[in-house]
């Protein structure tokens, strides 16, 4: 990391979000972990690739709040700061919409996400793949790593070569251990 880019990063102001990501403490994830966890490994899955952008970073803080707890109020996320705003239509992209199959949305992201949207996702979909690491259910984890085939690599070549050969990577290990607990 530059001189310059530890000075962006120093100047990002990350305490009210991390705040509003405990909302999700207690909350469990499908995937394994829990929610509150999983949105500082988001974050720092964006820094390990050299995202910095202050937006971005504190999206990722607070990308599953709308989704994940339905009486959140929205004003709490749009108060915080002059880059709330931001920070708000930017995780309002990688929301899931009511009503949405999980195979819209990942279009919907696909073809018209913004490029920190996209960025997001992967950084998201690296933390989940993980995640995959602890859990027993192999229909969860074979419908995974094909919807991360069909709908998350596409995006990853798109905007981050080194978040895509991650996410092949997480990919040929989940489905190495498919079939090792499929073949006992």
């Known amino acids: 990391m530059t001189s310059h880019e530890m000075m962006l990063l120093k100047g990002t102001y990350l305490a009210p979000y ?6 999700l403490i207690g909350k469990t994830r499908d995937g394994g972990g829990n ?10 899955t ?10 971005l970073l504190k999206a990722s803080l607070v990308h599953d709040v709308i989704e994940d ?6 004003n709490l996320l749009l108060s915080i700061d002059f880059e709330s705003p931001a920070v708000y239509e930017l995780v309002l992209q990688v929301t899931r919409n009511p009503g949405e199959t999980k195979a819209e949305f990942l279009t919907r992201i696909k073809e018209s996400g913004s490029k920190n949207a996209k ?24 419908r995974y790593t094909d919807e991360t085939v069909k709908f998350i690599f596409p995006i990853a070549e798109e905007v981050d070569k080194n978040m895509f050969r991650e996410l092949e ?16």
Request: hydrophobic share 45%.
């Open 69 to 74: 707890i339905p009486e959140f109020n929205h």
């Open 18 to 23: 991390m705040q509003l990501a405990t909302l």
């Open 46 to 55: 964006l820094v390990d690739y050299g995202y910095i952008e202050s937006v």
């Open 169 to 184: 990577s997480l990919v040929s290990s989940r489905r190495k251990y498919l079939s090792l607990i499929i073949q006992t």
């Open 35 to 44: 929610m509150f966890r999983h949105q500082f490994d988001t974050m720092a």
């Open 119 to 142: 960025i997001l996702k992967c950084a998201d979909r690296i933390s989940n793949m993980i995640a995959l690491g602890f859990v027993i259910n192999t229909e969860f984890i074979s």
